[in-house]
């Protein structure tokens, strides 16, 4: 386990307090509903990410850097939850409020608020989120599916609930997250 929310975890050497998780591994998160060997096909490792109280697993293979939350440049007629962009060593990247793209209040920034730079193939995109804790290792008996919710209720994006001790984890395909057209950013994402 790699705890990243601690304070003195940050990289001494930035003035920005940026810290980068380097971690590897050969675990591959796959979806649940395509997977034909069911819900074990979703064991893999998780960043562990507070939103709105709830903690989120978010495939570690996708997880570029965890950065400070630095606000970034607006940009004009973009849906509430994307913030903007940002310029991260020469690359235009868009940034999402997850909180408020799940339709959640926005509860504003504190200095546990962290934005974590996801690689989507290829494609970078910086995630808000309340809080990073831990890199979590989850294998198929840790896993349950995702409930089934009326009509109208966007789940596609869940691949299943993780359970380590009294903690639960919703792992999210953010492939599928990104991809939606509910998180709009084919409007914002500059080339």
Do not use: W
């Not at 809080?131 to 299943?160: K, T, W, Y």
């Amino acid at each position: 386990m790699i705890t990243l929310d601690s304070p003195g975890v940050t990289d001494p050497t930035s003035t920005r307090g940026e810290y980068t998780v380097m971690v590897q591994s050969t675990a591959h998160p796959g979806r649940v509903a395509e997977s034909p060997h069911g819900i074990a096909a979703a064991a893999g490792e998780y960043l562990a990410c507070k939103v709105g109280g709830v903690e989120y697993g978010i495939g570690i293979l996708h997880v570029q850097e965890i950065r400070v939350f630095e606000t970034p440049t607006r940009i004009a007629e973009a849906p509430a939850h994307v913030l903007g962009v940002l310029n991260l060593r020469g690359l235009i990247v868009p940034v999402v409020d997850l909180r408020l793209r799940f339709g959640m209040a926005d509860a504003g920034r504190d200095s546990r608020t962290a934005l974590v730079v996801l690689n989507t193939g290829g494609r970078l995109i910086g995630l808000v989120v309340d809080g990073v804790s831990d890199v979590i290792a989850l294998n198929g008996d840790q896993l349950r599916p995702v409930p089934e919710f009326g009509p109208g209720m966007a789940i596609d994006h869940l691949m299943a609930i993780g359970s380590v001790g009294q903690r639960m984890l919703v792992l999210i395909d953010i492939c599928r997250l990104v991809a939606s057209p509910e998180t709009g950013l084919s409007a914002v994402t500059l080339s």
